[in-house]
């Protein structure tokens, strides 16, 4: 079965505070991705990663930056977090360049104060 | 614009019920559509997947149908159980790489 493992299922951060949100895979899957998903909002792609060292911007990567050092690993990075990116974050990776079946990590749900 | 629209956002239903969700898209031009699954508190898990030249497709109590004139998908749940409350998303893909866009979902409720 593929894995998708996001380190934090909750989180709780100060306004200013830095917060890293890990994800590894185990499917040596090439595409990896982090969208958040708000109520009423659906799932909204922040930064995807074809490859190790790629990075490319979603829908909207204002407030967050990415690593891919590892093929397997994706950091979502909030240099300064604030209170608008309380939300669920959600990781999922791929195969291929294709549009393939995304396997989606359990999601880390970030609260900031 | 490419957007996609669920209906009902929310829907409640008896055990045992059927019921029907539905997908409007006007994502073009179109690769894939396909139904994802998200238990609260899990990530989605894909359901089903519709190619531009497949109109119907099952997996188990869920049946899919595509109208790819009419730009339109729908998800039937038959039979419903309890485990099927979920929120249900769309998600359709364009003819390139890995450009999606998602549908707001539809909460489903199963009652006993």
């Known amino acids: 079965d593929v894995k998708v493992t996001q380190s934090s299922r909750y989180l709780v951060k100060r306004t200013g505070e830095k917060v890293f949100l890990e994800c590894v895979q185990d499917m040596d899957h090439e595409n990896m991705f982090w969208y958040r998903q708000d109520p009423g909002l659906g799932l909204r792609l922040i930064y995807f990663?074809?490859?190790?060292?790629?990075?490319e911007k979603g829908d909207i990567p204002e407030g967050y930056s990415v690593s891919r050092e590892k093929k397997e690993r994706f950091s979502l990075i909030l240099e300064s977090a604030s209170t608008n990116q309380t939300s669920m974050y959600l990781c999922a990776s791929n195969r291929g360049r294709d549009t393939g079946e995304l396997f989606f990590g359990e999601g880390s749900r970030l609260t900031v104060l | 614009k490419n957007q996609v629209e669920q209906s009902p956002q929310s829907l409640i239903i008896l055990e045992g019920k059927n019921c029907t969700l539905q997908c409007n898209y006007t994502v073009s031009p179109f690769s894939n559509l396909r139904w994802y699954k998200q238990d609260t508190g899990r990530g989605p898990v894909s359901l089903t997947i519709?190619?531009?030249?497949?109109n119907t497709k099952s997996n188990g109590r869920y049946t899919a149908t595509l109208d790819a004139d009419t730009k339109q998908s729908s998800l039937h749940i038959t039979a419903s159980q309890l485990s099927d409350s979920a929120s249900y998303i769309c998600v359709v893909s364009l003819n390139a790489g890995n450009m999606l866009t998602f549908g707001g979902g539809t909460r489903l409720m199963v009652k006993p």
């Open positions: 990663s074809y490859d190790v060292k790629m990075k």
């Open positions: 519709m190619t531009f030249s497949e």
